[in-house]
């Protein structure tokens, strides 16, 4: 059994990569300055005897292993972590971690509370096993380690830097997140839909300022915000179709200093998710219509300024390697293979596919033995189980890429 051959080293290996796992996780990185993470990266590749690691981009790491005629399988893991603290309260927990984040030259908090130290550590685990027994399988298997996905910029990173060229074309491109969503040791993957597309928008809202006790003279930005926050809310109630599912939230609202004076602008940061790319379309253009005239509605003596960031593409698992990963995870991991529900939350994952014109599919694994109650992904709680999460990363790996890189299951 090739599969089983393939991952005979799971066991040798297993406190190996348990210590590799708190390194990682004791030295969180911000997203597009991981720098020491792709040092490591690189360093355990090459120990392991795997000779072609290229650096795409900055902080980005791909390994080739060539075996042979066959398809080509890329496996991505993204390797950044947030910036927050943590409170997991583990022994290997990076309490007080910071990193000077580049973009504000400010010592900020660090900490991978998405658990994207686990998918370094499985990635290189299944990418050790592939290479330690090339006799059992053929084709290519690429290791793509993406910086920057918190921040939804570094498979654009990957992208600009030439992995397309670099990089044979991926027959099939995979992906995993750990998540405390599912149950522990579990995988899920679902066809269609599975991580929403999101933008966050940045308004700012032109006013006129004046004293607080003459606002005839004024034209004032916080009475204006408020109607147009409230007059959001109408988009996803009256205007997305029931069976569609759309989220428009105003996370941000600043406006002003001081009880007696009206400002003279007010600037709201939104956030939106959709499960289709019609429906984020809508959102966007309902939520330009809507500003603009309210501006209008309230004389705003400038006309409103929109500015996107942090935009995420729709994840859309392709049919066919969806079906083709669902039927080897049944086989190999029973009962714990199951569907997996659409997440709100998003992805960069589909750049790198997108731009090699190739299929993908991507699923989760269940970090949780206590899932009901774990606390879930970026909480500063989060804490998946080392056991048998790590072991399980690499079995979902080796299988999911098996009907592609295995003849002989
Ligand atoms: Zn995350
Ligand atoms: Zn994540």
């Known amino acids: 059994m090739p599969i089983h051959t393939i991952l005979s080293g799971l066991e040798s290996s297993r406190d190996a990569r348990e210590a590799l796992y708190k390194e990682f996780h004791r030295h969180p990185e911000l997203s597009l300055q991981e720098f020491r993470t792709a040092d490591r990266i690189e360093e355990e590749l090459r120990a392991s005897g795997i000779d072609e690691v290229l650096r795409i981009g900055r902080t980005g790491i791909v390994a080739i292993l060539r075996n042979g005629d066959g398809p080509v399988v890329a496996m991505r893991g993204d390797i950044d972590a947030l910036p927050m603290a943590e409170r997991s309260g583990r022994d290997y927990a990076a309490e007080g971690a910071t990193q000077v984040d580049e973009a504000t030259g400010k010592e900020t908090p660090v900490a991978h509370t998405c658990g994207h130290d686990m998918h370094i550590v499985c990635l290189l685990g299944a990418t050790q096993a592939f290479h330690a027994h090339r ?8 290791a793509v380690f993406q910086p920057g996905e918190e921040n939804a910029a570094g498979a654009r990173a990957m992208v600009q830097a030439g992995i397309v060229d670099k990089v044979p074309r991926p027959d099939v491109y995979l992906g995993q997140h750990v998540l405390g969503s599912l149950p522990g040791g579990a995988v899920g ?6 991580f929403s597309a999101a933008a966050s928008i940045e308004i700012t809202l032109h006013g006129k300022g004046s004293h607080g006790s003459m606002p005839n003279l004024g034209v004032d930005p916080i009475v204006l915000g ?16 029931p069976r569609e599912t759309a989220v428009v939230t105003v996370g941000s609202f600043h406006s002003g200093t001081k009880s007696n004076i009206i400002p003279d602008s007010a600037v709201l940061q939104l956030n939106t998710r959709a499960f289709d790319k019609g ?3 809508h959102l966007h253009e309902a939520i330009e219509r809507i500003v603009r005239a309210e501006c209008e ?9 929109f500015r996107y960031y942090d935009q995420y593409p729709l994840t859309e698992n392709h ?8 039927a080897a995870f049944d086989a190999y991991f029973g009962e714990d293979s199951v569907d997996m529900a659409p997440v709100p939350a998003s992805e960069d994952f589909s750049v790198i596919p997108d731009a090699f ?19 879930g992904n970026h909480s500063p709680f989060f804490a998946p189980d080392i056991h048998p999460t790590l072991d399980r990363g690499v079995e979902a790996i080796v299988v999911a890429a098996s009907p592609w890189l295995i003849k002989d299951k």
């Open 279 to 281: 429906v984020e379309k």
């Open 297 to 305: 509605a309230a004389r705003s003596p400038k006309p409103p300024e």
């Open 319 to 326: 049919d066919e390697p969806t079906a083709r990963v669902r």
């Open 189 to 194: 993957i679902r066809s269609g839909p599975l």
């Open 135 to 142: 006799g059992e399988w053929s084709g290519t298997f690429v």
């Open 357 to 375: 014109g190739c299929p993908y599919t991507y699923w989760g694994l269940g970090g949780c033995a206590d899932w009901k109650n774990a606390p």
């Open 226 to 241: 408020s109607a147009i926050v409230t007059r959001l809310q109408a988009i996803v109630a009256r205007e997305v179709a």
